[in-house]
């Protein structure tokens, strides 16, 4: 069983910078690509970003390329979500997730993830 715990999230102001990480315990074999999504009270789950198993190829969301980065860790069994320029439509519970080991491209799409976090809540007040 796999085991993710995000932390950082806490209310900023627009424009500021925040990372998020997110750690993986259990059978938490680094040989999985991995994601973050986020999700509002208003909103459906939405893909923010992913990474391979190397680390080498990432893919963002429209709204997030070129403010957010993902980066991990392999070593810590850890996956980074750096944020700058946050907006206040930032504002969310940011998750990280595992990828399903059969499928081998990064995806965006939720359903070809299989193990969630509980969540950190962003918020980013204006």
């Known amino acids: 069983q796999v085991q993710l715990k995000e932390s950082g999230g806490r209310l900023v102001q627009a424009g500021d910078s925040l990372t998020l990480s997110c750690e993986a315990s259990?059978?938490?074999?680094?040989?999985?690509?991995k994601g973050w999504f986020r999700q509002t009270p208003v909103k459906e789950r939405e893909f923010v970003a992913a990474i391979s198993t190397s680390g080498l190829r990432t893919s963002y969301a429209d709204s997030v390329k070129g403010r957010f980065t993902i980066s991990r860790d392999n070593t810590k069994n850890t996956v980074d979500l750096q944020m700058s320029n946050l907006k206040p439509e930032d504002t969310a519970v940011y998750y990280c997730?595992?990828?399903?080991?059969?499928?081998?491209?990064?995806?965006?799409?939720?359903?070809?993830?299989?193990?969630w976090g509980q969540g950190t809540q962003v918020t980013v007040s204006s």
């Open positions: 997730a595992t990828q399903k080991p059969t499928i081998r491209e990064i995806s965006a799409d939720e359903n070809d993830y299989n193990h």
């Open positions: 259990g059978r938490a074999s680094p040989s999985y690509n």
